[in-house]
């Protein structure tokens, strides 16, 4: 890790440089030591689909493949390098594909592929990786995928797909993307709360059955356990009932016989641990057993072996870590033993005639830094080529305590080499808090902190903190310590914000607290209990921020509050009516939300986002409006692109985002505007090398700016920096 560059400026030479920035010259604030890296880069694969020629296409988490750009998807040659040609572009992760004579089809969390809205679930050309016209538009993530000749069969934590109501488990039609009748409705266990009481990860079609693995406790009209049979028409359960007393992650079919591999320990009336063949008449285990020693979490049959993946480190009698073959006849491990480096995750495995691809979250095989994919010789397990995965991690929320620490929360693994996952504490002088370490198993998306020690946490994770929350956790302040409270969103939380012992959230949900909420919701801080507002937006809310009796919020939404109200509105706390406050942004392609961000002061919000006019004047992606009358004021300093962070202090507006331009000057991802003139300032004249800046706190005399990027002001930072700021610059000197 490269060593943290020291700074010791005295008064005399920063003065010297402020002057210097007057004329355009220099750079008028510092970089201030902070944590080098927020994360080690590597990518995960979650799914892999080999193709008639010999190709693989991989899905995952990742953002280049062997240093090149791909999002989330991308096709490997036979030979195991990038096929360059083949570039769907993904906005989001992928965790499920299947192909289907020349269609793969693509289930994730993600919103758009190819620069077209494909939310969730996609159709694309094989060959060239090109959309086609299939829309079922589930509103959550989809998890597994499996097919029949006209049924695609898709499980993940939707509510609602193909214009339909179903609870994770649908049959999407092919022709016309419209869910069937087909409606099996699983039954979680009832004393687990959120993802974790129920959920299905495992399909495999045959003829006119469907096999269905999981977690729970009833399906099809029967009481089943974690695995069952049910009718591809009817959606009933058949007798068929090996009742494993774990969960089941994946499964294969082969002639008379079910391949089940989990975390149970007994199954088909039998003890097995971790994988089993089942009769697929009887429903009893039979004598094949290879007594994996852990979790199995993928398998493949090819010919006369069968691959299999997960977190064992002995199975088949013999030591194999993650990874081995069993022979299909006698369950024990063939010869080929890959080298791989523990702790391993895997979740996919395909098989060409010459190779084996493994996908999964892990970094290194046969010594080579590989990031959730490896590409192995069939014949030996050596490694056939050297393919690596790459994720570039972000910061998406910065909240300063009261004791001057400061909370990040993101999509990182690591901070300056210090394990953490997904949210983490900064010291006063930057360095990691090493005291302070909640852990979430995916991404923080948003964060609200508290005068009496709770930080609220939002984003895609299933556990934090040790415990299982889905997206939507109240931990100590001091501790990390996960509360009781969990309320359970059914899509995501983007922002909070707490006013007056009440927490105002707002997202992409239908549901929140096993009530109906749409994208907006409050709780009464003193018991946690969902209070009665409800103003109930018809879209996305991006951005929630207030102050007094008034909370103010942006978002694709045209109506909230019981009024129209496009993109931004004020809403009475009390009530959730919307007031007579109507700036009406009108909004710019290609971003969804007109309003991202926003940030009160006094008699003044600014408002952050991608628009051409708002409040009744034209204003480019950034504006400051009147809290009384909704007209835009004078000041209007204008950005060539998205805004997504706002700060005020009591002399400058800290802005970030998309833009190069700011004010008519050149300012990478992030700049300062005098807040009375509208005049941008010489502050952050340096280069930035990235994609954005969306998260922004004044705390410590510093502005902290999280993003996507890894350069900031010419000094290698990763997603996170905290720069001195303008105030502290200008105030000793000059009025800018």
């Given amino acids: 890790m490269p060593a943290r560059r020291q700074w010791n400026v005295v008064k005399g030479a920063l003065l010297a440089l402020c002057l210097l920035a007057a004329a355009g010259m220099a750079s008028c604030h510092e970089v201030l030591p902070l944590p080098q890296r927020v994360a080690n880069l590597q990518g995960q694969v979650f799914a892999t689909a080999a193709m008639p020629d010999g190709k693989v296409v991989l899905g995952g988490w990742f953002t280049a493949i062997n240093g090149v750009t791909r999002h989330n998807i991308a096709r490997l040659n036979i030979d195991g390098s990038l096929d360059e040609t083949w570039n769907p572009d993904c906005s989001g992760p992928v965790y499920a ?15 758009d592929i190819s620069n077209q809205l494909h939310p969730g679930l996609a159709a694309l050309d094989a060959e060239t990786g090109s959309p086609l016209a299939f829309y079922p538009y589930p509103n959550m993530g989809v998890y597994a995928l499996a097919h029949s000749d006209d049924t695609l069969y898709v499980a993940g934590v939707f509510t609602t797909i193909g214009g339909k109501a179903r609870d994770g488990l649908a049959a999407i039609d092919l022709a016309s993307a419209e869910a069937t009748d087909w409606d099996p409705q ?61 969960v089941v992650f994946a499964l294969a079919l082969s002639g008379e016989n079910v391949y089940v591999g989990g975390g149970f320990t007994h199954i088909g009336e039998a003890d097995r641990s971790y994988l089993a063949q089942v009769d697929r008449i009887a429903g009893a285990a039979t004598l094949w057993n290879p007594s994996a020693d852990f979790l199995v979490s993928a398998i493949t049959l090819a010919g006369d072996k069968m691959y299999v993946g997960g977190a064992f480190s002995n199975i088949g ?14 369950a024990l491990a063939t010869s080929w033993a890959p080298n791989m480096a523990p702790p391993s995750n895997l979740w996919s495995i395909s098989v060409t005639n ?21 590409v192995f010789d069939a014949a030996d397990a050596s490694v056939h080529a050297a393919v690596s995965a790459s994720h570039d991690h972000a910061v998406f929320a910065i909240r300063a305590q009261p004791d001057g620490k400061v909370v990040i929360g993101g999509d990182f693994n690591q ?72 309320p359970t969103p059914n899509g995501g939380v983007v922002s909070m914000v707490v006013l007056d012992q009440v927490l105002y959230v707002g997202g992409g949900f239908s549901m929140i607290a096993s009530t109906s909420r749409n994208h907006l919701a409050a709780f009464d801080r003193s018991n946690g209990a969902l209070t009665a507002w409800n103003p109930d937006a018809n879209d996305n809310v991006s951005v929630v921020t207030g ?39 009108a909004i710019l392609p290609p971003y969804n939300s007109g309003v991202a961000s926003l940030a009160v002061a006094g008699e003044t919000i600014y408002v952050g986002g991608y628009f051409d006019s708002i409040g009744g004047a034209q204003r480019h992606n950034i504006a400051a409006i009147d809290t009384a009358s909704g007209l835009a004021t004078d000041w209007n300093p204008g950005a060539n692109d998205l805004v997504d962070a706002l700060a005020v202090d009591g002399n400058f507006v800290y802005a970030g985002g998309v833009f190069d331009n700011l004010g008519g000057q050149h300012r990478q991802l992030i700049g300062a505007i005098n807040r009375h003139s509208g005049a941008v300032v010489g ?29 900031a002001d010419y000094e290698t930072r990763q997603a996170v920096v905290s720069l001195r700021s303008a105030d502290n610059v200008f105030l000793d000197t000059f009025e800018p």
Avoid at 683 to 708: F, I, Q
């Fill in 354 to 374: 010459s190779h084996v691809i493994i996908g999964g979250e892990f970094t290194a095989t046969e010594g080579h830094n590989s990031g959730g994919i490896a």
């Fill in 186 to 246: 699983f039954q979680r266990y009832p004393d687990d709360v959120g993802y974790d009481a129920g959920y299905v990860r495992a399909l495999a079609v045959s003829g006119s059955t469907v096999f269905i693995g999981g977690r729970f406790t009833a399906i099809g009209g029967q009481p089943r356990t974690n695995l069952a049979e049910v009718d591809a028409v009817t959606g009933v359960a058949t007798d068929w009932n090996p009742s494993p007393n774990g």
């Fill in 97 to 111: 594909m299947t192909l289907h004579n020349d269609v793969l089809y693509v289930g994730g969390q993600f919103g």
């Fill in 547 to 585: 102050n007094g009796s008034m909370l103010y919020v942006g978002g694709n939404f045209t109506h909230v509050g019981g009024e129209p109200r496009p993109y931004l509105a004020a809403l009475n706390t009390s009530t959730g009516t919307a007031t007579g406050w109507n700036p009406a942004p």
């Fill in 683 to 711: 502050w952050n004249l340096g280069t930035w090398s990235g994609s954005y800046v969306d998260a922004l706190e004044l705390a410590n005399d510093k502005v902290y700016a999280g993003g996507l990027f890894t350069v």
């Fill in 415 to 486: 901070v300056d080499g210090i394990d953490r996952n997904g949210i983490a504490r900064l010291n006063v002088d930057n360095t990691v808090d090493l005291t302070w370490n909640p852990s979430a198993d995916g991404f923080v998306q948003a964060l609200a902190l508290t005068d009496d020690g709770v930080v609220y946490a939002s984003g895609a994770f299933a556990h934090i903190g040790g415990h299982a929350r889905h997206g939507l956790a109240a931990l100590d302040a001091q501790t990390g310590a996960v509360s009781a409270w969990d």
């Fill in 317 to 330: 009698g013999q030591a194999r870590s993650m990874v081995a073959a069993l022979d299909s006849s006698t």
